[in-house]
């Protein structure tokens, strides 16, 4: 019965996703005499955490019920009161916990309170899957810095456009739609300056909730009429140079309202571990690594890469000037290779989806 529970909290929890960042996805469910009295989630960030939530559903059906919860109830004032304040005073009997919270502020001391006070808890129910759940939060917690994701769309050979330049539009319709949900489920889109001078896109999500576009520009090519330098009311655009740019666009750029953060550089581009503690202090837990190319190469070089969304078009453009989704220099021996763990494989229209998250292997 627990496992029953759990699981279904952890289905609500991903409700939130994309609107709770940074704080994690949380669901909670709570029974009495093996019936659910009240379910809820975190619905967006400030907002009432799911333990509240629930127990504000259930009204005075509280006293000497079970609560399951994807994650450990915070102790502490933060945006909100602490939840195990509430906990406690509802009358709850048992505490069922999926996994620990990784925040020093919060880890074990959530269920030391709740213990202290008289009530069972329980620790560890379909705790993988929890952490799978909040797997940004959980990098973000660790090392402060979001988790990358990389989105491609390409061809059956691995080519995002024509030897022409022609990249629109590689994959279908279904598949456009899909990844326009990765953008909305994601803090931050990234490209660097090829893609904004050669696509000019506008890298605006569907929703309207806060959201940042990322690009990288060492020499701050950037053209002025670029679409990423618009509708800053709808999304704050970043721009990573170097020391190389000038100081009059700076300027320039700084009183249309874009943000210029000028990083060190690392073999004459961007230092791209300095733009992620940079997106880290902006509290960017997710971040979607749209290309082009060398780009999308430059990240998986410095093993900066945690999973990768990969839309293949069942069409062949071939062509030896013909862009691949992973340029760069390429690696000496295979024995470099990074490789991805594919979780999923679906078809999305006429075209194939390959989730996966990366893993080292030695040949």
């Not at 506008?202 to 990423?228: C, G, N, Q, T, Y």
């Not at 078009?313 to 490789?339: A, D």
Request: aromatic share 6%; net charge positive; hydrophobic share 40%.
């Amino acid at each position: 019965m627990d496992k029953k529970w759990m699981k279904l909290a952890l289905k609500i929890a991903k409700k939130g996703e994309g609107k709770v960042s940074p704080n994690p996805m949380v669901g909670a469910v709570l029974t009495n005499n093996g019936e659910m009295i009240a379910q809820g989630f975190h619905r967006y960030f400030g907002g009432p955490h799911a333990e509240v939530e629930v127990i504000k559903k259930a009204e005075n059906k509280t006293k000497g019920a079970t609560l399951y919860v994807t994650l450990e109830p915070c102790c502490h004032y933060g945006k909100t009161p602490p939840c195990t304040t509430r906990i406690i005073k509802s009358g709850i009997r048992r505490v069922v916990i999926a996994t620990l919270d990784p925040n020093p502020l919060v880890s074990g001391k959530g269920v030391e309170e709740l213990r202290r006070a008289g009530i069972e808890v329980d620790v560890g129910v379909c705790e993988k899957e929890a952490k799978e759940l909040n797997e940004a939060f959980l990098k973000f917690m660790k090392k402060r810095i979001p988790l990358v994701t990389v989105k491609v769309a390409a061809s059956l050979d691995g080519k995002i456009a024509t030897h022409l330049g022609e990249s629109k539009w590689i994959t279908g319709s279904k598949s456009r739609d899909f990844a326009h949900r990765l953008r909305d489920k994601a803090d931050a889109v990234l490209v660097g300056i090829n893609t904004v001078i050669k696509d000019n896109p506008s890298l605006l999500p569907s929703s309207r909730k806060h959201f940042l576009r990322i690009v990288l520009d060492s020499k701050l090519r950037i053209p002025l009429e670029a679409r990423v330098l618009k509708d800053q009311d709808k999304a704050d655009t970043f721009i990573f140079t170097t020391q190389r740019a000038e100081k009059q666009k700076i300027e320039e750029l700084n009183n249309r309202g874009v943000k210029i953060v000028v990083v060190k550089e690392e073999e004459k581009r961007v230092n791209l571990l300095e733009v992620l503690k940079k997106l880290g202090e902006l509290e960017v837990m997710n971040l979607l690594v749209e290309g082009g190319g060398e780009v999308i190469a430059s990240f998986f070089e410095k093993r900066l890469v945690d999973r990768l969304s990969l839309f293949l078009s069942p069409r062949i453009i071939g062509g030896r000037k013909s862009l691949s989704w992973v340029e760069g220099k390429g690696i000496n021996s295979l024995k470099e290779s990074p490789w991805v763990r594919i979780d999923s494989l679906r078809k999305v229209g006429e075209d194939f989806l390959f989730e996966g998250h990366m893993r080292e292997i030695q040949l």
